[in-house]
Each structure stands twice: as C-alpha cells, then as structure tokens.
C-alpha cells in the first residue's frame, strides 16, 4: 500500500534559522512526488514535482530534492511569512496503465519566528 | 485567471441532516477532484472526475456521499445523512489533465454537531 510519512509534525524556527522537512515514502511505481504548501482557511498551494531520484527544484527559498525513499524540503533563511504547513504527495504508477491518486502525508506545521 | 471557487466557506449542521457543497474548477480543466481534509491529515480524494466522468470513486462512502458533475463543468458534494466523524474541510481541486498539477480551492469547513 503507498504510504507517505512526514517529519518533524511541527517544526519552530527563528528568522534565519535554515532546517529541512522529510517526507519518506513507500510507493509502487513513483511516477511523481509533490510539495504543497497550506495556509490556515486556504487549499493547498502547488510547489514542487519531482520525478526521479536525484531531481533538484528551487523557489526562493525552498529547495526540494529526491531520492529512492525520501525527499526533503530545505528552507533557508526562513521567514516569517514562510510560516506555513508543508504537504507532502506521492502519485504512483497505476498497474493498469496511466496513473493512481495523490497520497498526502500530514504535513509539518512550520512557524518561523522573528 | 481566476482560481477554484467552492460554497459555502463554512456549514453547521446537526447530525443525520444534509448537506451539499458546490465547486466550480478553473475555466478549461478537464479533471476535478473532491478531497475530505480532517484536521491534522492530509487531503484524502474522495471522488475525481475527467469531464462529467467518474475516473476513481473508491474512497467515497457511497452509501452517504454522492458527487455529480453536470456538463463537466460545475460540481455539487453532497452528503445525506451526515455523521459526527464528516466533520472535516471539504477541499475541491482541478487540473488540466490528470496527471497536471492541481489547483485547489479554499474548501468548505463542515461541522457535524
């Protein structure tokens, strides 16, 4: 069964303090992993896709990379407004062709401080 | 462009009531998903449709929710009777095609009393 598994739960950084976010994964098939950011009262907001082992995407900030198991979501220099919970989501091949739903994990709840 | 919009924001309900929430995708996408967030986990999809087709219905407790999407445009989520455990944000997303990124809208908190 695809399984998505996110650490820390919660995560409190000073302004400045850089940190990584795991999301490790069990899935038959990767077709692709997605980052997803949620603000409180909103929908998650599309970041990042990686596709295959070794894949490195950058958005400011944020760095997202991939391996066989785990990727990790780097924030460097955070701020506050960086504040935010980070959704992990794995998509995999489906055996009968095309491709299965998004698996999310829990997220890890992300307060910068200043 | 405009983004997902979805109805109501928020809904109080008692117990054994009903109720339907209403999503409207982004113009030109062909998939749409409903996904239940409860509080403290992730998105779990529920029903996803490419036009007014069901694709994968698996997750949805058909003996309570039902989903529609009329011309493959709009879509209604509606629940009939409600139990304390649908207490949850109902999220709706679209995308191009299934296997683009999706977009979500802002989602519909129910609270079962």
């Known amino acids: 069964e695809d399984q998505v598994t996110q650490s820390p739960e919660a995560l409190r950084l000073q302004e400045g303090e850089s940190s990584s976010l795991n999301c490790s994964y069990t899935v038959s098939g990767l077709r692709g992993l997605f980052w997803y950011r949620q603000d409180p009262g909103k929908g998650p907001e599309f970041l990042f896709t990686l596709y295959s082992a070794g894949e490195e995407k950058e958005k400011e900030r944020l760095k997202a990379t991939l391996t066989k198991k785990e990727s990790f979501l780097h924030i460097t220099a955070p701020k506050p407004e960086d504040s935010a919970t980070y959704l992990c989501a794995v998509q995999a091949w489906a055996a009968s062709g095309g491709y299965n739903k998004l698996i999310f994990g829990a997220g890890t709840r992300l307060a910068v401080h200043p | 462009e405009a983004g997902v919009a979805q109805s109501p924001r928020y809904k109080i309900i008692e117990k054994r009531q009903s109720v339907a929430f209403w999503c409207n995708p982004i113009?030109?996408?062909?998939?749409l998903y409903w996904y239940q967030q409860i509080l403290g986990q992730g998105p779990k999809l529920l029903i996803q449709?490419?036009?007014?087709?069901?694709?994968?219905d698996s997750q949805l407790p058909k003996d309570r929710f039902s989903a529609e999407r009329l011309k493959g445009v709009d879509s209604t989520l509606k629940i009939q009777p409600a139990k304390l455990e649908d207490s949850a944000v109902y999220l709706c997303?679209?995308?191009?095609?299934?296997?683009?990124?999706?977009?979500f809208g802002p989602g519909t908190r129910l609270t079962v009393l």
């Open positions: 113009s030109g996408h062909a998939t």
């Open positions: 449709f490419q036009n007014n087709g069901v694709v994968d």
């Open positions: 997303a679209s995308s191009l095609g299934g296997d683009n990124e999706q977009f």
